[in-house]
């Protein structure tokens, strides 16, 4: 069975940086593209980013965290990550973790980044 | 990377038919066969309903279908149920990026 889990959420102070984990199980993490995806409180979806799988795994951004956030794996723990620097308050959301084809087929239950001081 | 257009409520009764629409531009729904639809419950995540414009994953409904004519996509749900109340999001693939749109709260009546 696919599952995803993500961790790591919590609040952090504007300028702050939070690492998220996504742990995968069921399936090869590397060998599939996977994404972040939020959702601000109340709001609707936003794809936050990509990579994709093969030596390498180009990464691609929103431009609403291009040079602030940086998505990678440890395909030896089945396991994505997502470093968030220089936070702000528009960064507030639960965020989730997808397999990602040219749609996200599965989805962990979120984590939720509270930026405030 | 603008978001889809979507109405912001739709609403209907039990066993009547209701079509959620999702308007991009020629740069993403309407270059590509590649729009998904997810429905989302309170406080869970999203699920995916359609994917390629018109395909089901296993275990959806066939209450649930999509089209697409250039570039705005549709979900049509039939025989509304009271379970069908959630929010809807449509998504497109744009290459190295995706997209979703805004999403709409379907209220059954």
């Known amino acids: 069975e696919v599952q995803l889990a993500e961790s790591g959420g919590g609040l952090v102070q504007p300028g702050g940086s939070l690492r998220l984990s996504c742990a995968a199980s069921g399936f090869t993490s590397s060998s599939y593209a996977m994404s972040w995806v939020r959702q601000a409180p109340g709001k609707g979806l936003e794809w936050v980013s990509v990579?994709?799988?093969?030596?390498?795994?180009?990464?691609y951004y929103a431009d609403s965290v291009k040079g602030r956030f940086t998505i990678s794996r440890d395909n030896s723990k089945n396991t994505l990550f997502l470093q968030m620097n220089s936070l702000r308050a528009e960064d507030t959301a639960v965020y989730y973790c997808?397999?990602?084809?040219?749609?996200?087929?599965?989805w962990g239950q979120g984590t939720l980044v509270t930026v405030s001081s | 990377q603008s978001a889809l257009t979507q109405p912001a409520s739709v609403s209907g009764s039990p066993g009547q038919s209701i079509t959620i629409s999702c308007t991009g531009t020629?740069?993403?729904?309407?270059?590509?066969?590649?729009v998904s639809w997810y429905q989302q419950h309170p406080g869970k995540a999203p699920k995916l309903m359609i994917y390629?414009?018109?395909n089901r994953p296993s275990g959806v409904s066939n209450r649930f279908s999509g089209s697409k004519s250039g570039n705005t996509a549709s979900l049509t749900i039939s025989g509304l149920q009271a379970e069908d109340e959630a929010d809807y999001y449509c998504s497109s693939y744009i290459s190295s990026s995706r997209v979703f749109g805004g999403g709409t709260k379907l209220t059954v009546l």
């Open positions: 997808a397999r990602n084809f040219r749609y996200f087929d599965y």
């Open positions: 390629d414009v018109t």
């Open positions: 990579i994709f799988s093969g030596s390498g795994g180009s990464t």
């Open positions: 020629s740069s993403d729904v309407g270059s590509y066969n590649y």
